[in-house]
Each structure stands twice: as C-alpha cells, then as structure tokens.
C-alpha cells in the first residue's frame, strides 16, 4: 500500500492583534485572569480584508509554493474552513480551487468545528488509497468565528481566546517524507446542543429583536450541565485519542516528540502534556495566536518546523477537540 506524506502547508494570520488589556476591558475581567487562566496574551483577529475563504486561498498559496508543485497537479481540494464566510448556502471549496488555479482538481466543503483538520487528513489519506486515479489532495480554510463572541456573555468565557486566520496542507500518495500514520476520532451527540448561534437557522430566524438580544452570537444553554458532563469525559477522551491513533501506529504516548496541540486554558495544556509524560519544549502554547479552530494544527507544525523543534525520524501527534463535541488525533513520522 502507498505512503501517504506531507509535502507543504501554509497558514495566513491577519496584521491585526487583539491584546489581553484589550479583552480584560471588553470582558470585564483583571488582565492576569485573561493571560493566566485563558492563556491569551494576544489573538489575531480579522482586518478588512480578511474573509474566511480568502484567508483559506492566502494559505493554499503558500503551501503550493512550499510544496513546490503545479496548481494543475493537485487532484482534490477538501476545504477545512469554518461554516461563517463569505456567504451562507456557498461551496468555499469551489471558489478556492478557482483562485489557486487548480482546474484538474474536484472540491468540496466539511466541517466538525475545531475537529475538521484531523477529520480531512484521515478522510484525504482514506481517499488517496481507495482512487488510483487520485494523487494529490489539498486541505484548505480559513476560521474567524471570533465574530460571534459577546464579551459580556460569562457564559461564553471559555471561548474568549477565538482568534482568526487560515491554513493549508497538502497530502501527497507515493512520497517517503513526512509520513501521515494513523487517526482516532470520537464524537459525542449528547453536546450537540450545548453551544449554539441560537438565531440564523430555521428554528430562529434572524431578525432585528434576535440581534438586539444578541442571539445571534454563540451562547451555551445549559452551562452547569455542560461543565459537569465535560469535567467527566473531555480529557479522558482527549489522551484517549491520542493514545489510539499512536497504538495503531505502531508507537506510544512513550514515543512522542512534538505534541500540535490546540490553544486551551493553560492548566489543561499543562496537563495534558503531564499525563504523556512531555516536557513544555515538546509543544509550542499559541498564547501569541489565540485558537484558531481547526487551523491550530496547522500552525504549530508551521512553528515548529520553524523553531526547529523537528528532526528527521520524530514522532507527531496532531490533536483537536471541536464543540459538538469531537475529539481526534493523528500521527506523523516526520523526515525522510
């Protein structure tokens, strides 16, 4: 069976900044609460220009150019990018296989919130070894749902740290570098519901008293139900994954080297890294970026191989949790 390998990625991160003073004032909250226990020093956040899809294509653009390969080679484009963009009821991927200039290549939209990179990898890898006819996948989008964060909304606090920008990876059949292994993913139905944009779907529609109640921002409808059920699955699922993705790999928590791991309040960071036996070199915390969905993965690979925290040989685990709720990891054996 071929190997399945990495050969470029990209991200986009908007000029703008948002600062921990910034959000303390906007939530209300001492500044050391928002750097300590959210973890944000500062966070991208949208300038102008900066649409969702398009942050998407900026990132495409540079993966192509780090993958050194022609826009006509690339056989599929799984676009990554969150459901808020540029227009509702539109296929992002379409559109992004048009201004990248990849004419050869099919696309389409997915989403698992915050567990959409670690879904399309797994999803790219399954389709690359079940077409022959299909060589090159690009996984490409763009997150700014930052847009729907009220500060004044306590309940919402754990998602202050939302910020903006885009990413890109391309996956390769045949190639011996930067191998993509195995993945575990679990989703929980019972969460559904916990976080929603209460207004803007069928069962609300938009209106003018909506937004005036700001309904039409994200909100949690059952928050102490939701913390309960959290505190007794989320991380038991989170090193569960990692563990099962690393077992069919042929490797354990043991054989890590670099954890990409999503932004997340620093004592979950900190503990997760303690239960895998890690020390705080073995990841990079994005308390300089805010989390950026599903585009965290993205960026800490990008900043890793930057800060030269990758040798030939290291073990990488990918790992997302996404509101819904989802949890999901893979395995890269990075190097020749």
Request: net charge negative.
């Amino acid at each position: 069976m071929a190997d399945i390998g990495i050969i470029g990625w990209g991200t986009y991160l908007p000029e703008s900044y948002q600062t921990s003073k910034e959000i303390s004032e906007l939530a209300g909250m001492p500044q050391e609460i928002v750097e300590r226990k959210l973890g944000i020093l500062k966070k991208t956040i949208p300038g102008e220009d900066d649409h969702t899809c398009e942050m998407g294509i900026w990132a495409a653009r540079k993966a192509i150019q780090k993958a050194k390969i022609d826009p006509n080679d690339i056989d599929g484009i799984i676009y990554i990018g969150e459901e808020h963009k540029e227009y509702p009821l539109w296929t992002a991927g379409i559109k992004l296989q048009h201004e990248i200039g990849a004419v050869n290549a099919w696309a389409f939209d997915m989403a698992l919130r915050c567990g959409t990179t670690i879904m399309a990898l797994k999803l790219a890898k399954d389709i690359l070894r079940s077409d022959p006819g299909v060589k090159t996948i690009l996984l490409a989008g763009g997150y700014r749902n930052g847009d729907f964060i009220d500060y004044k909304n306590e309940r919402t606090r754990f998602m202050f740290n939302l910020g903006t920008g885009g990413g890109a990876i391309i996956l390769q059949k045949g190639v011996s570098s930067n191998l993509l292994l195995e993945s575990s993913i679990i989703t929980d139905g019972s969460f559904s519901e916990d976080v929603v944009v209460v207004a803007g779907g069928t069962k609300h529609p938009i209106s003018k008293e909506a937004i005036d109640q700001s309904l039409n921002k994200l909100d949690v409808l059952d928050p102490q139900g939701m913390k309960a059920r959290l505190e007794e699955k989320s991380m038991e699922n989170f090193l569960y994954v990692i563990r099962e993705a690393l077992r069919k790999s042929g490797y354990s928590e043991q054989d890590i080297n670099y954890l990409g791991i999503l932004h997340m309040k620093k004592s979950a960071h900190d503990y997760v890294l303690s239960q895998l036996g890690l020390e705080e070199d073995q990841s990079i915390y994005l308390n300089k970026y805010g989390h950026i969905g599903q585009i965290d993965q993205i960026l800490s690979l990008e900043l890793a191989e930057q800060q030269g925290k990758l040798k030939i040989g290291d073990i990488v685990v990918l790992v997302s949790a996404g509101i819904g709720y989802a949890w999901g990891a893979t395995v890269i054996r990075w190097g020749e």
